[in-house]
Every structure is written in C-alpha cells, then in structure tokens.
C-alpha cells in the first residue's frame, strides 16, 4: 500500500466552480501536511501547508485534515483558467522527508 | 532572484553514455534534493544533501551518483545511462529550519535515453 494515494485525474470544470481535490495516506505518525502546485513545465511550488488536524484559508484556497480519516482535502473556490495546474499533495513525519502524491490535473475552462 | 537553477533543460543521451545535470541555488540553503518525476509514479526522491560534504540516499539512487562540495551546488550524474532513466529531474532546496517543509524546486531537466 502506498503511503499517500491521490487520484491522478484529469479533472475538467467550468470556470467560477469549487474545486475539491483528496489525497488519503495510510500512517497515522504524519504530522505535516502540504499541496504543492505545479504548472506544465515548470516545477513544483508550494501552496499550501497545515499541522495536525483542521483547516487552513487562504484566500481562494482551503487545505482541510481530518487524520481520523486520513484524509486531506484542497478546495479552489471561485476557480479560475489559471488554476489549470496539476496539484500534489505532500506530507511529512517529524523529523523525515516529505513523501509526495502522484498529483491530480486540473482543468479549468472559461 | 534565481533561487534554484537547473541545466540543461533538455537532453537526449544513448544508453551507456554518461551526464551530469547540475543544479546551483543561491539561497544559501543547507538541504539540497534531486526527484524524478514520472507518469503515475509521482516525484520520487534520488538523493539528498543536508549540507557541504553530507549525501544520503533516497527512495530510487540506483544509477545515480551526487556530491556536494559546496552548499550551493548539487550535481547529479548518471554513470551508464539506460531508458528506465527517461524522465523528468527536479532539483530542490530548503532551509531545513523550519517545519513546514517548503522545498524550491527548479524547472527541470527533461532526459531522454534512446
């Protein structure tokens, strides 16, 4: 089983729609919780970032953890064409390197 | 502001040939990384660098080697190439200070072995 499971996508919508993207991870021991944007051809940058459980906002953007699931959340409100990304989530021990998701694509149409 | 610099951006090798991707950052990090990424297989760490002299192993170092003779370079060098090593390489830094885990990564190198 893979530490971090993100599904790969695509995912297509219309402009000005809220965006949900998941990723699940099977050890309880992490702590740290990241997305990470990338651009076609460009390297990865990061978004987003939380500790432990709860939400985070900014602006447009929510990361959510509920670590009774497993489960982390990134949600886009109000998304926008140059949202078309492809974000990945990460995530991290204490202490340990950060093991990233396959990423999800998204697409963005006007 | 360059933050982290990879070269080249594209390569085409044949099997066996030997390269070195170079990756140079001036942000006076002390944590250095280089990751492939692959369809599927997300980015996969190769080797990493805690600071001048210090190289440990990642999750797929076979096939390649890295040094680190100062803090703000990192090169990373494929010894016989093979076609399992197509993909796309990231260099990324940290500060290594803080929790939240930022990496900066560079633009990528694009490596094709025919």
């Known amino acids: 089983q893979k530490e971090v499971e993100q599904d790969p996508g695509p995912l297509s919508v219309p402009e000005g729609a809220i965006v949900s993207l998941n990723c699940t991870y099977s050890?309880?021991?992490?702590?740290?919780f990241m997305w990470y944007r990338q651009y076609s051809r460009k390297g990865p940058e990061l978004l987003m970032y939380?500790?432990?459980?709860g939400n985070k906002e900014d602006g447009r953007f929510t990361a959510q953890v509920d670590k009774s699931s497993k489960y982390i959340s990134l949600f886009i409100r109000d998304s926008q064409p140059s949202d078309s990304a492809t974000y990945l989530c990460a995530i991290r021990r204490p202490g340990d390197k950060l093991i990233f998701g396959t990423g999800t694509r998204l697409q963005v149409f006007p | 502001n360059a933050g982290v610099t990879q070269t080249p951006k594209f390569q085409v090798l044949k099997t066996g040939q030997s390269m070195t991707l170079q990756c140079a950052q001036d942000m006076n990090h002390e944590y250095m990384s280089w990751y492939r990424q692959d369809p599927g297989m997300g980015l996969r760490l190769i080797h990493y660098?805690?600071?001048?002299?210090?190289?440990d192993q990642g999750e797929v170092p076979n096939g390649y080697n890295v040094s680190r003779s100062t803090t703000e370079d990192f090169p990373l060098r494929l010894l016989s190439a093979a076609p399992s090593q197509t993909s796309v390489y990231f260099c990324a830094s940290s500060s290594g200070q803080t929790n939240t885990g930022e990496l900066f990564f560079g633009e990528g190198s694009r490596l094709t072995v025919l």
């Open positions: 050890n309880s021991a992490f702590q740290y």
């Open positions: 660098s805690v600071g001048a002299g210090i190289t």
């Open positions: 939380t500790y432990s459980s």
